[in-house]
């Protein structure tokens, strides 16, 4: 898929919030204007583990 353009450019956070939500995920990188596709469901699984992994090494709170 490629980048996609739109008329007016996009080039602060005020524009690129008011962009309507067309499931695609919109970013500023270094005031450019970048749209790629919204990462799919199964990614989160993928990043269960890890995340899991690494609160499980954290103390309870309250144990110092």
């Known amino acids: 898929m490629g980048m996609l353009r739109f008329q007016d ?6 524009q690129l919030l ?10 500023l990188l270094d ?9 799919a469901y199964r990614h989160e699984p993928l990043l269960e583990i890890p995340v899991r992994d690494l609160f499980a090494d954290l103390p ?4 110092q």
């Open 9 to 14: 450019p996009v080039t602060t956070v005020d």
């Open 31 to 39: 005031g450019e204007h970048v749209v790629t596709p919204a990462p």
């Open 18 to 27: 008011a962009l309507p939500d067309d499931g695609l995920r919109h970013e």
């Open 60 to 63: 309870e709170p309250g144990d």
